[in-house]
């Protein structure tokens, strides 16, 4: 499964932005996706998580009631709206492909990054 991510860009805090990411396989609706995200000098982290379904979602402590985590099957992308955005937020932003969980190494496919860059 190949992972692209876009949606990425430069917004002030407070404001939102909508990533998404599409997969190049009809098979992406067996998969859990992810998000996770990396900040300069930091290791990866979990953004949040969404079963094949899209009937369970899981959230880092530090995004919960400001991102919400989608996807639409039918389209083969997975969507993470991020709303109330602060600069701390700043990362680069992976969608990735597995079972639906916290851990990264739990994730088979992972896209190719998108930079979120918010401005205080």
């Known amino acids: 499964v190949q992972l692209q991510a876009f949606g990425g860009g430069l917004v002030q805090a407070g404001g939102s932005l909508r990533l998404s990411c599409a997969a190049s396989?009809?098979?992406?609706?067996?998969?859990?996706m992810g998000w996770f995200r990396q900040a300069p000098g930091k290791e990866r982290e979990f953004v949040a998580a969404i079963s094949w379904s899209g009937g369970s979602t899981y959230y880092a402590d530090s995004v919960n009631g400001r991102f919400t985590i989608s996807r639409d099957n039918a389209r083969n992308t997975v969507y993470l709206q991020m709303n109330s955005l602060k600069p701390e937020d700043t990362a680069v932003y992976y969608c990735a492909a597995g079972e639906a969980s916290y851990y990264s190494g739990s994730y088979y496919y992972w896209g190719q990054g998108t930079q979120v860059t918010v401005s205080s």
């Open positions: 396989r009809r098979t992406f609706s067996s998969y859990g």
